[in-house]
């Protein structure tokens, strides 16, 4: 990316919108945040939906896209699109469903094959590690640095902590993508963006 890679959030499993809403904005709020994967636990379709209605808008109003799981919930919450963790059905249902007008990210990026697959299907980014998941960092770096140097679907590395992030960056990631590193930071949501985006600018600045 001309500018250098951008902040992605991708939430934890939320159970009460309206007790993450506060700790949501704050981290929306601090720094420019590209896109955030909004994951939900929910009961039921209805309500994830209720859910989703309460936060998509914050993350829309300061001008993040904003994910969800399921296609067909995207579509009755305004959502800008999907992304779809695994499985090559999945996919390309998401694909036929949401595009050209919505957003696809993919996960599908264990192996190289699954990777290359899913850019070829269509999908609009490819993220590397998994929030759920702590990836060795040098593997990561490896296979970001695989897809940037070959591929020209953007690039999301899932950094495990925020001192991951410089060395994605230089790996050439277009995104940086992070979660329990955000949520789970004691001085807040917001202390942690900041810091991220802090070494972000200063990789900006030493390349412009």
């Given at each position: 990316m001309a500018d250098g890679p951008r902040l992605y959030l991708v939430t934890p499993p939320i159970a009460d919108a309206v007790a993450f809403r506060p700790h949501f904005e704050a981290a929306l709020k601090a720094v420019d945040i590209a896109c955030v994967w909004l994951r939900i636990a929910a009961r039921d379709e209805g309500e994830a939906k209720k859910a989703l209605r309460v936060l998509v808008p914050l993350a829309q109003a300061q001008g993040a896209a904003c994910l969800v799981d399921d296609p067909?919930?995207?579509?009755?919450?305004?959502?800008?699109?999907?992304?779809?963790?695994?499985?090559?059905?999945?996919?390309?249902?998401a694909l036929a469903a949401m595009k050209p007008a919505c957003i696809v990210g993919a996960g599908h990026s264990a192996t190289r094959d699954s990777a290359m697959t899913a850019g070829e299907a269509g999908a609009d980014y490819l993220?590397?590690?998994?929030?759920?998941r702590a990836d060795r960092p040098d593997e990561l770096i490896e296979r970001i640095a695989w897809w940037t140097e070959i591929f020209?679907?953007?690039?999301?590395?899932?950094?495990?902590?925020?001192?991951?992030?410089?060395?994605?960056?230089?790996?050439?990631a277009d995104f940086i993508a992070l979660c329990a590193a955000v949520?789970?930071?004691?001085?807040?949501?917001?202390?942690?963006?900041?810091?991220?985006?802090?070494?972000?600018?200063?990789?900006?600045?030493?390349?412009?």
């Amino acid at each position: 990316m001309a500018d250098g890679p951008r902040l992605y959030l991708v939430t934890p499993p939320i159970a009460d919108a309206v007790a993450f809403r506060p700790h949501f904005e704050a981290a929306l709020k601090a720094v420019d945040i590209a896109c955030v994967w909004l994951r939900i636990a929910a009961r039921d379709e209805g309500e994830a939906k209720k859910a989703l209605r309460v936060l998509v808008p914050l993350a829309q109003a300061q001008g993040a896209a904003c994910l969800v799981d399921d296609p067909h919930i995207a579509a009755h919450v305004g959502a800008d699109g999907v992304h779809v963790a695994e499985g090559d059905g999945p996919l390309q249902d998401a694909l036929a469903a949401m595009k050209p007008a919505c957003i696809v990210g993919a996960g599908h990026s264990a192996t190289r094959d699954s990777a290359m697959t899913a850019g070829e299907a269509g999908a609009d980014y490819l993220m590397f590690g998994d929030p759920d998941r702590a990836d060795r960092p040098d593997e990561l770096i490896e296979r970001i640095a695989w897809w940037t140097e070959i591929f020209n679907v953007p690039c999301v590395a899932c950094a495990g902590n925020l001192g991951d992030v410089e060395a994605f960056a230089r790996a050439g990631a277009d995104f940086i993508a992070l979660c329990a590193a955000v949520w789970d930071d004691p001085r807040g949501p917001a202390a942690a963006v900041r810091d991220a985006e802090s070494v972000l600018a200063g990789l900006r600045e030493a390349t412009s």
